[in-house]
T-cell receptor, first 114, second 112 residues
């Protein structure tokens, strides 16, 4: 069965510092992996995805994520955090065939302190 | 929000009443999904559709039904609403070219 874990409910980081939001997954076969961001009272916005190829994936708003197959992880990173990055972040995994159904993690709230 | 609208955006209803939520897309995407979002659970898939009249259950489908008579519309029906169905409901779409899902703005449903 597929599963996704986001081990931290909340991450606090000072503005200008690098940030990491962690995600580990379990899936049969090769996964598709995704990161989304949710601002208050909004839908989810797509940030980036890993399908195949380069393990470092770059996405929107300066975010990137590193796929690590041996550790089954897909951590979200940004070199320099902004206060406006404060939001709820979700990791999701999908099997590589079929209907592209997602399994979501429970979310990590990122708080960037000025 | 990528050509996806949801209606209504907010609804308060009483226990035992039927409720229908609508998702409308203008992207002509094949796949459509209904999720619910609850604190501590992230988003959980209720039902999804892989074409007109083609639907299947997700992980939390009990008490919900769906219909898709046109490519652009995907309806979610709570047959007899219960307080446990108080939640925020999101519709999403995708296609086989881009794979990632795009989400609507959500419907906040309160069952009293």
């Amino acid at each position: 069965a597929q599963s996704v874990a986001q081990p931290e409910d909340q991450v606090n980081v000072a503005e200008g510092n690098p940030l990491t939001v962690k995600c580990t997954y379990s899936v049969s076969g090769n996964p598709y992996l995704f990161w989304y961001v949710q601002y208050p009272n909004r839908g989810l916005q797509f940030l980036l995805k890993y399908i195949t190829g380069d393990n470092l994936v770059k996405g929107s708003y300066g975010f990137e994520a590193e796929f690590n197959k041996s550790q089954t992880s897909f951590h979200l990173k940004k070199p320099s955090a902004l206060v406006s990055d404060s939001a709820l972040y979700f990791c999701a995994v999908s099997a590589t065939s079929g209907t592209y159904k997602y399994i979501f993690g429970t979310g990590t709230r990122l708080k960037v302190l000025a | 929000d990528a050509g996806i609208t949801q209606s209504p955006r907010h609804k308060v209803t009483e226990t035992g009443t039927p409720v229908t939520l609508r998702c409308h897309q203008t992207e002509n995407h094949r796949y459509m999904y209904w999720y619910r979002q609850d604190p501590g659970h992230g988003l959980r898939l209720i039902h999804y559709s892989y074409g007109v009249k083609d639907t299947d259950k997700g992980e939390v489908s009990d008490g919900y039904s769906v219909s898709r008579s046109k490519t652009e519309d995907f309806l979610l029906t709570l047959e007899s609403a219960t307080s446990s169905q108080t939640s925020v409901y999101f519709c999403a779409i995708s296609d086989s070219r881009r794979i990632e899902q795009y989400f609507g703005p959500g419907t906040r449903l309160t069952v009293t």
